[in-house]
């Protein structure tokens, strides 16, 4: 998993960072990016949607292989111009503090190939955006995290999407029950 570069600006601060809510001193943290580098040992990965095709495409015959290659290019292309997508949301509430179900988040993103794309800051948590790796069901999506504090607990709102097709054999939700199953999985003790 690829971590957004951290500014030079921002320190690592020592002591407690369970109730840190940053993501750029989260990510500087010696302890979050061991536990990440340990998740990442342990990454899933799958065949991609391109490699499935052109495996399928190969055992074919020549014509029909490749126009189904050029049948699927097409079609991508046509939902995506369409503004065909499939969308799950799911939200739950952790009475783990927010810097420990965050560096959870980070984790079973790493663990699952999902590499964070982009962070915002915001007051009283962050939203993460992570890109769902293509598969042999979909050529992959975007999966959105909102993390913020909640009393003395954590909320997490996550939304798995994947753009340009109508159906998607059931990733969107799949990537959710993944994610919040992880976190508490993960939790630091």
Known sequence: MTTPSVP???PPESGDWSTEHRPEVLFARPEVQAMVAACVQNA??????????????????????????????????????LGLKTEKTQSAEFT????HVSAAILCSLARNSQ?????????????LTAEIPSDRKTFGGTLTIEIRRDGTGTGVAGTAV????IYDWGVCKKTLATLFADIPALLVA
């Open 8 to 10: 030079s600006s921002t």
């Open 44 to 81: 899933r990965s799958s065949m991609s949607a391109e490699e499935f095709l052109a495996r399928a495409a190969s055992i074919m015959p020549r014509p029909y292989g490749k126009a189904m290659l050029r049948g699927a290019d097409r079609g991508r292309r046509a939902g995506l111009r």
């Open 162 to 165: 994947i753009a340009g097709q």
């Open 96 to 99: 783990a503090p927010i810097g």
């Open 115 to 127: 590499p964070v794309t982009a962070f915002e800051q915001r007051e009283d948590g962050a939203a």
